[in-house]
């Protein structure tokens, strides 16, 4: 007499499956009883997995049928989940109830797919050891299963408004969280650092603000202010860390930061999947300094300006091993070290003790962003003068060399009525302009007049709280008589 085993809830639909017999599993076949066999296992899917109405810590995957002889059956089961167009596997251990561990089922969506919480379909390879009577068998059969994860909706950009703009909402998207361009279910974590406010006499104010969705920017320029995030207890909540909510019915749910901290700029973090904002209050200083070999003098050490005292800081320097940052030009007053950043140039290693060690020596845009940790740094190759005024017009640059007496670039060319800039390494990516005491990225053409100059570019603040150039006519050379 033959026995039909379920494993599960109601059939939904069939899958053929394969028979195996398998020998060499658990005990042999031979000490089994005589007759004793698996004819057949199907295994078919069970109804969609919604995250959301789960509350136990397991969860039914599948569900089997056995045909067996009438005897006591023990079955455990090997899945093997992957997707549509996926090359990536994973294997869980289902029970004898087909059950698997909601934790470990989550954590195999989100290998192959992500945390974005859409419907996933999966095929589950389900391999059964079944133990029958003394018997070992293997049985082999595949489904289908449907399942979506459980996650607040995540957008993919965020802004504010807030004291910081006046409330505009003409200017809410200039105010753009940054972000690293992941997946956002992936990284639900945004970032934007905003100056702290002051009023018309630099003294500070109070900062107000709420976070727009990128679906909320048309309505709020509409006038609907009803759907934009604050804070989960109430108006004026001035929290380091706050749960993050959304405005209904228009109720004034904006966060704030009293004046009274003395921040220079906010740091503003939010996670989007944990519902959280966390706001950091930051007084960094305008520069820091970067001695290192082979001086190691702040006094004279380069320096890299934060314009909007955010904590990121941009400049040059010409690193040959390692170095640090200063915040003054003493050694007194603390110090950024290689413990500071956790994002580096794979050339920049920990040196000796606490110091950063540059191993391509060369000269190198910085940009510190002490406030995240995160150091980038782009070797200078060199620097050339462009524009209509050289030789070349804005087509090819008029090359510089390095002046390491004086630590500077120069050329002395001839230069026509017209206007120039500096550029590095043949590219606009690096540019210097303005006028030739300020320069600055992307600044504006600087006129000449016609002659024979000495340029040279100061780039490296060691001397000047500026980046700037000298531009000096070339002394004429002397005429030698011939003789006859």
């Not at 609907?224 to 929290?239: F, K, Y």
């Not at 002490?370 to 087509?395: D, F, H």
Request: hydrophobic fraction near 40%; proline fraction near 3%.
């Amino acid at each position: 007499m033959f026995k039909k085993i379920f494993f599960g809830l109601a059939l939904v639909a069939a899958f053929t499956a394969c028979d195996d017999d398998y020998t060499d599993w658990a005990d042999p076949m031979a000490n089994g009883p005589e007759g004793t066999k698996v004819t057949a296992m199907s295994v078919t899917n069970v109804a969609p997995i919604q995250f959301a109405e789960l509350t136990g810590d397991s969860v039914q995957l599948f569900q089997t049928e056995v045909s067996a002889t009438d005897a006591a059956f023990s079955t455990t089961y090997d899945v093997k989940l992957t997707g549509e167009g996926l090359t990536e596997s994973v294997e869980l251990k289902a029970d004898n109830q087909c059950r698997v561990a909601v934790s470990d089922l989550r954590a195999a969506i989100e290998t192959l797919y992500g945390k974005r919480p859409v419907e996933r379909k999966l095929t589950a390879d389900v391999t059964a050891y079944i133990n029958v009577g003394g018997q070992a068998m293997r049985r082999q059969g595949s489904t289908t299963i449907l399942a979506t994860l459980t996650a607040p909706v995540i957008e993919n950009a965020y802004y504010l408004i807030g004291t910081q703009n006046g409330w505009s909402t003409a200017t809410v998207t200039d105010w753009q969280f940054s972000h690293s361009g992941a997946d956002v279910y992936d990284d639900p974590v945004f970032t934007i650092s905003v100056p702290a406010p002051v009023d018309e006499n630099g003294e500070r104010v109070d900062f107000w603000f709420n976070i727009v969705p990128a679906s909320q920017v048309a309505p709020l320029q509409g006038g609907d202010w009803t759907q934009l995030i604050g804070s989960d207890i109430a108006n004026g909540d001035d929290r380091r860390e706050a749960g993050l909510s959304v405005k209904v019915n228009g109720a004034d749910n904006a966060f704030v930061q009293y004046g009274a901290d003395g921040a220079k700029v906010y740091k503003i973090t939010i996670n989007m999947l944990d519902g959280k904002m966390y706001v950091d209050a930051l007084s960094f200083e305008e520069f820091i300094f970067v001695p290192g070999n082979p001086g190691w003098k702040p006094a004279t050490a380069p320096a890299l300006r934060s314009a909007n005292f955010d904590g990121v800081y941009t400049g040059f320097a010409n690193l040959d091993g390692e170095f640090k940052f200063t915040k003054h030009r003493n050694w007194d007053d603390g110090e950024y070290n290689y413990g500071n950043f956790t994002s580096l140039p794979a050339f920049i290693t920990q040196g000796g003790g606490s110091n950063l060690n540059c191993t391509v020596s060369g000269f190198y845009m910085l940009k510190a962003d002490v406030a995240s940790g995160t150091l980038e740094a782009t070797k200078i190759e060199k620097w050339g003068l462009i524009g209509s005024a050289t030789a070349y017009g804005w087509n090819e640059d008029t090359d510089m060399t390095w002046n390491a007496a004086e630590g500077c670039w120069q050329v002395t060319t001839t230069l026509t009525d017209g206007e120039f800039k500096f550029r590095a390494n043949a590219d606009w990516g690096i540019n210097l302009g303005g006028t030739v005491d300020d320069l600055a990225q992307d600044g504006a053409n600087i006129s000449v007049s016609a002659g024979t100059y000495t340029v040279k570019l100061f780039a490296e603040r060691t001397n000047n709280e500026k980046i700037y150039c000298t531009v000096t006519p070339a002394a004429a050379k002397k005429k030698v008589a011939k003789r006859h």
